[in-house]
């Protein structure tokens, strides 16, 4: 039974462990960027094979974002490497981005991504959101049955980025380019100083702005 109960705001526990692409210390190989620590259930399996083909072909944007990718699942390094021959067949691409081999569960135990309710054996499809200054800033947990929508993670990391530079927050389905929200612990009168082309107030805590640039 894992006991690990992590939550937003929480330190990314640090770990050294072997992966596709070398051993790496979890802490120094994100440096400065943004991290994503994902599990998958198991290798060789069909739900698996196209989320780790979608986030092969997505990884360009995640880059983009400054954000590195790491996966991990309770299967050996050698299985990782086979199983990408299969996912580069039949996905169109092989990840480029390491896979922890975690047969033993030291990181898996530690990020608490086997459920025991779901399954003994098998970690949980968990997402852990990192900021350049180690912390969580985002978890998901999704079953075996359902494969993660990998847009969404982009989309929820914009709105991670941005407001972590600006003092808004992102209404539902928010994309990219569309209105924020000021959030409710900056006043009408700091809004007009900081938005001097105005804001449109729908209440008065429900104020959107134009996206702010950099
Ligand atoms: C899948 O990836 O399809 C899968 C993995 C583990 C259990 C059930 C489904």
């Not at 109960?5 to 120094?28: M, S, V």
Request: proline share 8%; with cysteine.
């Amino acid at each position: 039974m894992t006991t690990s109960n992590l939550q937003l705001g929480d330190l990314a526990p640090d770990f050294t462990a072997p992966t596709t692409r070398g051993e790496i210390r979890f802490h120094e190989w994100l440096g400065d960027s943004w991290g994503v620590l994902f599990s998958h259930p198991k290798d060789f399996t069909p739900v698996c094979t196209t989320e780790l083909g979608t986030l092969a072909r997505l990884e360009p944007e995640f880059t983009r974002r400054n954000v590195k990718v790491v996966g991990l699942s309770v299967d050996a390094i050698s299985d990782h490497e086979r199983w990408s021959e299969d996912i580069a067949r039949t996905q169109g691409q092989a990840p480029d981005f390491p896979l922890i081999g975690d047969p033993e569960r030291r990181v898996a135990d530690l990020y608490g991504m086997v459920h025991p309710g779901a399954s003994d054996t098998m970690t949980v499809r968990s997402v852990f959101v990192i900021g350049p200054d180690k912390k969580i800033k985002l978890t998901l947990t999704y079953p075996a049955s359902t494969g993660r929508n990998f847009q969404e993670l982009l989309r929820a990391i914009d709105s991670l980025q941005l407001t972590a530079r600006h003092q808004v927050a992102t209404p539902a389905d928010w994309k990219q380019g569309e209105e924020v929200i000021i959030v409710p612990a900056v006043s009408d009168e700091e809004a007009n100083r900081r938005y001097p082309d105005g804001f449109r107030a729908e209440t008065p805590y429900l104020r959107y702005v134009p996206q702010p640039g950099e």
